[in-house]
T-cell receptor, first 112, second 112 residues
């Protein structure tokens, strides 16, 4: 285990649902990240938080809304998603901003 | 030109073979180079971390960086079926302002 946990591990939702993904890191890191991983594509950076402040929003649609209440927890709130949003959503943390990143197991999301 | 390129494979080798996985990049500012291993339905796991040019060895794994050619490699000796996974290269210029850029990954199968 890497010290980064994600829940749920699998999620199926309709296009009108609202759901949230949760990430928790037990490594004492100061930076946390959300990535989207689709088949055959590089990891797509979505959001970056450093010391609980958002430092990067990589042109992500507003139907994805991040929240970082403290340096150990990161949420991704989802609403009115599209089928093309189906992917593996990965959370990572690093000691400092853009340091070596440690990943959670991911949440596999299917949007129907 | 993509910032980081990696042959997606799939690469299939017999057990015991030496495997060579490669990435090329375009940004000469990159100084930190990482290899991640990602098993099916899991998050990426940090495998090797190197700084600047040269070689680094860890058990059956050797990471090699050639900054003059903008080329990095991961060698796996005596490959095992448990090495079957997708291998992602990642790199960064190393400051807190520089993103980590990931390659798309190479899928490796080691056949018993």
């Amino acid at each position: 285990e890497t010290g980064v946990t994600q829940t749920p591990r699998h999620l199926v939702m309709g296009m009108t649902n609202k759901k949230s993904l949760k990430c928790e890191q037990h490594l004492g890191h100061n930076a946390m990240y959300w990535y989207k991983q689709s088949a055959k594509k590089p990891l797509e950076l979505m959001f970056v938080y450093s010391l609980e402040e958002r430092v990067e929003n990589n042109s992500v649609p507003s139907r994805f809304s991040p929240e970082c209440p403290n340096s150990s927890h990161l949420f991704l709130h989802l609403h009115t998603l599209q089928p093309e949003d189906s992917a593996l959503y990965l959370c990572a943390s690093s000691p400092g901003l853009w340091g070596t990143q440690y990943f959670g197991p991911g949440t596999r999301l299917l949007v129907l | 030109q993509k910032e980081v390129e990696q042959d997606p494979g799939p690469l299939s080798v017999p057990e015991g073979a030496i495997v060579s996985l490669n990435c090329t990049y375009s940004n000469s500012a990159f100084q930190y180079f990482m290899w991640y291993r990602q098993y099916s339905r899991k998050g990426p796991e940090l495998l090797m971390y190197t700084y600047s040019s040269g070689n680094k060895e860890d058990g059956r794994f050797t990471a090699q960086v050639d900054k003059s050619s903008k080329y990095i490699s991961l060698f796996i000796r005596d490959s095992q079926p448990s090495d079957s996974a997708t291998y992602l290269c990642a790199m960064s210029a190393g400051t807190s302002y520089d993103k980590v850029i990931f390659g798309p990954g190479t899928s490796l199968s080691v056949i018993p």
